[in-house]
């Protein structure tokens, strides 16, 4: 059996098109999507479920020729956008798995030391719930 959670950070990542916890990259990578899962914190539980918030930070890389200036900026604030939309779409709730997506936040970067691109990251968290004591059901016996 997978843990809950597991399911709920294989379908983000899939769906964002997301490698996991990668360490380092270099330009031949690009482009580039990244999920990095947090610690996550237990809400107020009742009625034999643990409701549980999850945080992930999505962070996408992509490549840029020319100098750099407002287009970089541009296409940083899009691939921002493009991860938001990405993350809700087509259902925050993972087919049932979790009980929805919160946009926490993101920010945006024009790569330094020598690389040409553009970064966008975005924080997440992801509020599910498991049965109490169970990781791998939602359901109470």
């Given at each position: 059996?997978?843990?809950?959670?597991?399911?709920?950070?294989?379908?983000?990542?899939?769906?964002?098109?997301?490698?996991?916890?990668?360490?380092?990259?270099?330009?031949?990578?690009?482009?580039?999507?990244?999920?990095?899962?947090g610690e996550e914190q237990v809400r107020d539980e009742k009625y034999d479920m643990t409701p549980i918030t999850l945080p992930v930070t999505i962070g996408r890389a992509v490549e840029m020729t020319g100098l750099k200036g407002d287009a970089w900026h541009t296409e940083a604030n899009?691939?921002?956008a493009d991860l938001i939309v990405e993350a809700y779409d087509p259902d925050e709730t993972m087919g049932g798995l979790a009980d929805g997506i919160d946009y926490a936040g993101g920010a945006t970067d024009v790569l330094t030391d020598g690389a040409n691109g553009v970064m966008a990251q975005v924080n997440l968290e992801i509020r599910y719930a498991i049965a109490r004591g169970n990781p791998y059901s939602q359901e109470v016996n």
């Open positions: 059996m997978t843990p809950i959670r597991e399911q709920i950070i294989q379908a983000l990542a899939t769906r964002v098109g997301a490698v996991r916890g990668l360490e380092g990259f270099d330009l031949s990578d690009l482009p580039l999507t990244v999920l990095v899962e899009k691939q921002l």
